[in-house]
T-cell receptor
Framework: DGGITQSPKYLFRKEGQNVTLSCEQN?????MYWYRQDPGQGLRLIYY???????QKGDIAEGYSVSREKKESFPLTVTSAQKNPTAFYLC????????????????FGPGTRLTVL | KNQVEQSPQSLIILEGKNCTLQ??????????LRWYKQDTGRGPVSLTI?????NTKSNGRYTATLDADTKQSSLHITASQLSDSASYIC????????????FGRGTSLIVHP
């Protein structure tokens, strides 16, 4: 059953703590992305990776870190430096710019809702 | 700067009625345009995807149109159902560069019985 999974679905964190959100895909996609969604706002890009062992900052990377050691996995760490971490986090994957495909369509995971107490 | 603007911001309709959502974009050079449906608390799910040469595409009761000359797209929902209540997001991708798509803020649709 191919797809993209995120865990956990809900996450609670105390102020000052780092927390890591998991994202795994078995679609054989090269590219993976992390987005943040706040109520009434569109998706904002945090980080993206178009190939293993490489990643780029998005529009709101401050206070976040990522790694891409495996093609299937793209974990996101929300650090204590992130001032307003409470949000809905979405992971996505796509074939990537190096594939010959008709559409470089993004597929999204179910999301993780992070709440800072 | 690449931008995607959606209207209206929110919409309330009665079950069984039709509605049309709008998307205007300034993304260039244009590659493709996608409409996603996002239920509350869930990830977006793709409804349709269109390239430059496609000006209409249907997926059940959802029909998307694209006018690449005016850089406008619309999503028409026919005979709305309660399950259509969701946010509808327009996403446009450009050729080249980082291939990162540009997202609209979405239209929140509420279907009342």
């Amino acid at each position: 059953d191919g797809g993209i999974t995120q865990s956990p679905k809900y996450l609670f964190r105390k102020e000052g703590q780092n927390v890591t959100l998991s994202c795994e895909q078995n679609l054989n996609h090269d590219a993976m992305y992390w987005y943040r969604q706040d109520p009434g706002q569109g998706l904002r890009l945090i980080y993206y990776s178009q190939i293993v062992n490489d990643f780029q900052k998005g529009d709101i990377a401050e206070g976040y870190s990522v790694s891409r050691e495996k093609k299937e996995s793209f974990p996101l760490t929300v650090t204590s430096a992130q001032k307003n971490p409470t949000a809905f986090y979405l992971c996505a994957s796509s074939p990537g710019p190096f594939r010959t495909v008709s559409y470089n369509e993004q597929f999204f995971g179910p999301g993780t809702r992070l709440t800072v107490l | 700067k690449n931008q995607v603007e959606q209207s209206p911001q929110s919409l309330i309709i009665l079950e069984g009625k039709n509605c049309t959502l709008q998307c205007n974009y300034t993304v260039s050079p244009f590659s493709n345009l996608r409409w996603y449906k996002q239920d509350t608390g869930r990830g977006p799910v793709s409804l349709t995807i269109m390239t430059f040469s496609e000006n209409t595409k249907s997926n059940g009761r959802y029909t998307a149109t694209l006018d690449a000359d005016t850089k406008q797209s619309s999503l028409h929902i026919t005979a709305s159902q309660l399950s259509d209540s969701a946010s509808y997001i327009c996403v446009v991708s450009a050729w080249g560069g980082s291939y990162i798509p540009t997202f609209g803020r979405g239209t929140s649709l509420i279907v009342h019985p």
